[in-house]
Nanobody
Framework: QVQLVESGGGLVQPGGSLRLSCAAS????????MGWYRQAPGKQRELVAR???????DYADSVKGRFTISRLNAQNTVSLQMNSLKPEDTAVYYC??????????????????WGQGTQVTVSS
């Protein structure tokens, strides 16, 4: 079982900053990609940012230039630095990881793990 735990959410004023962190734990052989998704009330879940094992990144157009995703491979962690926050950024943010579980023998088992979510509220 692979588990993800997010932290760092909270209440911030427009224009402020927050840093989210996510740590993956469990029997992990490799993580090919980690990312952040968010879901606002009445909205579909959307990709915010992700980073692959090759360190390529992908950002939603709405956050480009404001958010930065960073991955610390040795600790299976990922963070999301959020600057110049807007009320539209208010949502529950979920960490996601894709990879392979460690197996004593045979082909590693793929996993697609999600965290429990952390609330980010941007309001004055």
């Amino acid at each position: 079982q692979v588990q993800l735990v997010e932290s760092g959410g909270g209440l911030v004023q427009p224009g402020g900053s927050l840093r989210l962190s996510c740590a993956a734990s469990g029997s992990i052989f490799s993580i090919n990609a980690m990312g952040w998704y968010r879901q606002a009330p009445g909205k579909q879940r959307e990709l915010v940012a992700r980073v692959t094992s090759g360190h390529s990144t992908d950002y939603a157009d709405s956050v480009k230039g404001r958010f930065t995703i960073s991955r610390l491979n040795a600790q299976n962690t990922v963070s999301l630095q959020m600057n110049s926050l807007k009320p539209e950024d208010t949502a529950v943010y979920y960490c996601n990881a894709l990879g392979y579980t460690a197996q004593p023998i045979g082909v590693p088992k793929v996993f697609d793990a999600w965290g429990q979510g952390t609330q980010v509220t941007v309001s004055s």
